[in-house]
């Protein structure tokens, strides 16, 4: 049986548009059961609906600060479409502890920076400011803090001296796209395991590559 997964955005839906097209696969563990869109003008809506995949708009402005009461509304949704694990894709809205607890080791985050470095906002800009060489992306569960969480998988690129916020974005952005589906694929089929804050991977014998730069001439 194929886990049920929504995917929760609130703007262009890149990262949701690769897990669909990941789920299409017959062996894909997972199906995309519903894309939910805090903002009506999420190009990402249109995009899941081109794919035949369920849309649903709960705005969360009218919410203000009462993030309890739009979760009820979001929380009924999910129970709607029977949905078993959730995926943030540039969802931009911080939930109370409460609604995270109830969906641990059962929600994941994409983030564009190896974590626990950068976290917030425009990370590629802080990356880039710290002068790292090598930055990247992280999938996570969800935690109450942002951007932090048991580290299901991450993917490395280098940083080049030329790099802007958009050029190194744009890279990373890449490697996004393969590894959320990949993480979905283990988590979906059982093989992530929490031990405490870490995550392991069932029967994963990890790979041996490595990264260097620069590269010295
Ligand atoms: C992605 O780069 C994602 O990693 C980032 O927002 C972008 C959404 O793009 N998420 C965060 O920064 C979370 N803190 P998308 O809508 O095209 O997937």
Redesign the pocket.
């Known amino acids: 049986m194929k886990r049920r997964v929504a995917i929760l ?1 609130s ?6 548009a690769a897990l669909i097209q990941a789920a299409k696969a017959k062996d894909f563990p997972a199906e995309i059961v519903v894309v939910i869109s805090n903002r009506a003008d999420a190009g ?1 809506l249109a995009l899941a609906a081109q794919n035949g995949v369920p849309t649903a708009t709960i705005e969360s402005k009218p919410f203000g600060k009462d993030r309890a009461a739009f979760e009820t509304v979001l929380q009924t949704a999910l129970d709607q479409h029977r949905v078993e694990l959730i995926c943030l ?2 969802f931009m809205r911080l939930f109370t502890a409460g609604f995270v607890q109830r969906w641990y080791g059962r929600m994941l ?4 920076s190896l974590l626990p470095s950068f976290p917030g906002l425009e ?1 590629q800009a802080q990356a880039l400011r710290s002068g790292v060489k090598i930055s990247g ?1 992280t999938v996570h569960f969800v935690i109450p803090e942002t ?1 932090a969480g048991p580290i299901v998988m991450q993917g490395a690129v280098t940083v080049q001296d030329d790099d802007t916020p958009e050029t190194l974005a744009a890279r990373i ?1 890449e490697i ?1 796209h393969r590894i959320y589906p990949d993480a979905l694929r283990l988590l979906a089929s059982g093989h992530v395991m929490l031990d405490g804050e870490v995550c392991k991977i069932a029967g994963n014998a990890g790979s041996r590559d490595t990264l260097i730069s620069p590269v010295a001439n």
Do not use: C
């Open positions: 955005i703007g262009r839906g890149s990262n949701m990402g894709g540039g985050n994409i983030h564009p990370p992306a951007d952005l996004e």
